[in-house]
């Protein structure tokens, strides 16, 4: 079993910037292959970005080609998303999980709110 906690969100302008960051508790951590997914209001979670176990490989949605990273650092056990540029329709909930992700693994998220 993995707990994920996720933070770093807040509220910030169109064009700016947010690291967020998801410290998973629990063994095997350096095993699994992590992602990340967001959700706006009244809509359905959807994929952002992923990162094999070992942070060779890495996966991007359309939509964030370019201006997200996702990277990792297996010795803290935590999966990072640096979002850049970021636009004002991104105000959402972002969740880190595994990859592909586990219904009993989803934390709280963290809120990202962008202002125009």
């Known amino acids: 079993q993995v707990q994920l906690v996720e933070s770093g969100g807040g509220l910030v302008q169109a064009g700016g910037s947010l690291r967020l960051s998801c410290a998973a508790s629990?063994?095997?951590?350096?095993?699994?292959?992590m992602g990340w997914f967001r959700q706006a209001p009244g809509k359905e979670r959807e994929f952002v970005a992923a990162?094999?176990?070992?942070?060779?490989?890495?996966y991007y949605a359309n939509s964030a080609k370019g201006r997200f990273t996702i990277f990792r650092d297996n010795a803290k056990s935590t999966v990072y998303l640096q979002i850049n540029s970021l636009e004002s329709e991104e105000t959402d909930v972002y969740y880190c999980n595994i990859s592909p992700p586990r219904k009993d693994f989803w934390g709280q998220g963290t809120q990202v709110t962008v202002s125009s």
């Open positions: 629990g063994r095997n951590f350096s095993l699994y292959n």
């Open positions: 990162i094999s176990w070992n942070g060779a490989t890495t």
